[in-house]
């Protein structure tokens, strides 16, 4: 069950990291998209990351709860909004940047958010 677990913790920071990354190559584009590092990057991290929470919860490993509450609706959020602006040309900058300290955001809060 560890080896699951940690399967699926790794592929939720690939996740996290394509959708970055598909966001970091075009920083310096004039006009910014949801491109398919994106699109996958999210899906990916999502999904993962319920996954390890029923991982978790069926073992024998305490959860908690108030960080997957705030993972789980910021994930949502950054999934909604790029699944809606998909099949669009360009996206605005403002979302562009928001979609940013969103994926920071919840990265951080992966990483600093420790203790139960």
Same mark, same amino acid.
């Given at each position: 069950?560890?080896?699951?677990?940690?399967?699926?913790?790794? *592929?939720?920071?690939?996740?996290?990291?394509?959708?970055?990354?598909? $966001?970091?190559?075009?920083?310096?584009?004039?006009?910014?998209?949801? @491109? %398919? %590092?994106?699109? &996958?990057? =999210?899906? !990916?991290?999502?999904?993962?990351?319920?996954?390890?929470?029923?991982?978790?919860?069926?073992?024998?490993?305490?959860? @908690?709860?108030?960080?997957?509450?705030?993972?789980?609706?910021?994930? !949502?959020?950054?999934? =909604?909004?790029? $699944? %809606? @602006?998909?099949?669009?040309?360009?996206?605005? &900058?403002? *979302?562009?940047?928001?979609?940013?300290? *969103?994926?920071?955001?919840? $990265?951080?809060? %992966?990483?600093?958010?420790?203790?139960?």
């Amino acid at each position: 069950m560890e080896l699951l677990e940690h399967l699926l913790v790794f *592929l939720h920071f690939v996740g996290w990291a394509a959708l970055l990354g598909g $966001m970091v190559v075009q920083m310096r584009e004039p006009t910014k998209s949801v @491109n %398919a %590092a994106m699109r &996958d990057g =999210i899906g !990916l991290a999502f999904l993962a990351g319920l996954f390890v929470v029923g991982v978790l919860e069926g073992g024998d490993e305490d959860v @908690n709860h108030a960080k997957v509450a705030v993972k789980f609706g910021v994930g !949502l959020v950054v999934l =909604i909004l790029v $699944m %809606a @602006n998909m099949r669009k040309e360009k996206i605005p &900058d403002g *979302l562009f940047w928001g979609l940013m300290a *969103l994926t920071l955001g919840n $990265m951080a809060v %992966a990483i600093f958010w420790t203790g139960s």
